[in-house]
């Protein structure tokens, strides 16, 4: 059963480490030092990360929250508020990957349904917001991607793969199971967002066609 997996419970401290410091220098000399609380939503970014590459699982403690709001100089409750509004940031720790499927009806009218069911059936999971016994995988259900001409969409952590079904659901789960992360973009014969087999329209005029 996927609820055989208990997740760690909230850690009682958090430090940056040195990758971390390197990227919080880069984002604070973007911002006066009376605006430096504007940065709030890059450092939860860059506390999610840390907590993915140091423990295989990418969330924000409570405790990191604190460590942030000490940082930017405001209140905990305003990093908890901004945590907690926005989806992208995990308040819970999840799987070493996060398959994220669209449901929205874009994706939902080319087949969701499939690649939940395949999320499914490769992982153990039977609902949102679960995550496999062996802790590799949650699945989340999430609003539009933004990627609509693509749909299906499965995003795994920060990666989109795109023009999904069951099938090469299956396969993408199969090459993480293993340690391989497939290259991301649409698994089918497109070049990002053009229409299968290539452009249909602006294309170059032929001589003939200038004649």
């Known amino acids: 059963m996927s609820t055989a997996w208990t997740p760690a419970a909230q850690p009682d401290s958090f430090v940056f480490d040195a990758a971390s410091e390197e990227e919080i220098a880069g984002v604070l000399c973007k911002y006066p030092e009376e605006r430096k609380a ?27 929250m604190d460590v942030v709001a ?56 039977q609902h949102f917001g679960e995550t496999s016994a062996d802790g590799l995988f949650t699945m989340t259900e999430v609003e539009c991607l933004g990627a609509c001409a693509n749909a299906p969409i499965l995003q795994v952590d920060d990666d989109f793969y795109e023009d999904m ?17 497939p ?14 087999g290539g452009r249909k329209t602006l294309l170059p005029s032929s001589t003939a066609d200038q004649k």
């Not at 926005?86 to 994706?107: S, W």
């Not at 079904?165 to 391989?180: C, K, N, P, S």
């Not at 290259?183 to 299968?196: D, L």
């Open 183 to 196: 290259e991301p973009g649409p698994a089918i014969n497109r070049s990002v967002s053009a229409p299968v």
């Open 165 to 181: 079904d069951a099938e090469r659901t299956a396969a993408v789960i199969a090459e993480l199971r293993a340690g391989r992360r």
């Open 70 to 125: 000490q940082r930017l100089g405001m209140a905990s409750m305003r990093v908890y508020e901004v945590a907690s509004f926005y989806t992208m940031f995990n308040t819970r720790p999840i799987g070493r990957y996060h398959l994220q499927v669209c449901t929205t009806t874009p994706c939902w009218l080319r087949g969701s349904d499939d690649v939940v069911a395949a999320c499914q059936k490769a992982t153990g999971i």
């Open 38 to 64: 504007s940065a709030v939503m890059p450092l939860l970014y860059i506390v999610q990360r840390q907590m993915g590459r140091v423990t295989g699982s990418a969330w924000v403690p409570v405790v990191a």
